[in-house]
């Protein structure tokens, strides 16, 4: 490939509170490094039709701060064609792009690394996604800013589930990870939460049932993951409804709210680091991995492994939720 000497930035797929704290990161500090910056608009899809600026540091002023991504994003199921992939490397050559840094989720890595493996192209990838659910990081930036948000609804709705002694079944995001449902629930001191990896290992609504609300509890909350394989919160509240009659039973699904507003603190210096990391990584002749955190520690993670490995849930975090919750 030769000396980068210039790298685009996209963000792709859903977006994530951190994204333009990782943009500027990424923008500043390959200026500080003598490299010049092609941002590309709406993610792979901005890279085909060549919606392709230059930043400069000032760029990039004044967004740390900001949730969203000042670069848009889209799904692209062009890039997902030999044919689209090849138009978005010509207008790539064409802008003299050396390097890509890519910042979104499991879909956004699986493209680059398609990508990667036609072309001859670097490419980088920042974990952005609330989901938490990429291998080989222990944070992904976003997640953070989602938790805190669905602790403040949940706080909210404990009021009312108190006062009207109601179950309530709250659906949180995560895709088929049940990390936001999980320590959504420790954090908010729900009583249960049901997640995609134990779906196949027993029936979570009985066990939360047998264990908890029945023998302490007027009011309770349970977070559930929203993951197609569980049926998502109508699921859990109709089987409730139709088996334990008894209960008062309501439903609230806090969908995008989650994905939106101001990075928390932890998710700026996150994604600030994994940004800078980014250009190191290129600066040392790095390829096709995606930079993560692990034990506070910036590690460089084969795209391979980040895409398919699946992240554990950690069963300590399940066995606290249920010894806080009696």
Partial sequence: MGTVKCIGILTSGGDAPGMNAAIRAVTRAAICNGLKVKAIYRGYKGLITKEIEEFKSQNVSNIIQQGGTILKTSRCEEFMTPEGRKIAYDNMMEEQIDALIIIGGDGS???????????DVSCIGLPGTIDNDLFGTDFTIGYDTALNT?????????????????????????????????NGAIASGAEAAIIPEFETKFDQLEEFIKNGFRKSKNSSIVLVAESPSLGGAMHYAERVKKEYPQYDVRVTILGYLQRGGSPTARDRI?????????????????????????????????????????KPIEQDLVNLLKELSI
């Fill in 109 to 119: 890595l699986t493209g680059a690394r398609l990508f990667a493996q036609e072309y």
């Fill in 150 to 182: 669905i602790i403040e609804a949940v706080d909210k709705i404990r009021d009312t589930a108190t006062s009207h002694e109601r179950l309530f079944f709250i659906e949180v995001m995560g895709r088929d990870s049940g990390f936001l449902a999980l």
């Fill in 270 to 310: 996150l994604a600030s680091r994994l940004g800078a990391a980014a250009i190191d990584a290129i600066m040392e002749g790095q390829r096709n991995v995606m930079i993560g955190i692990e034990d506070d520690q910036i590690v460089n993670v084969p795209f391979s492994k980040a895409i398919k490995n699946d």
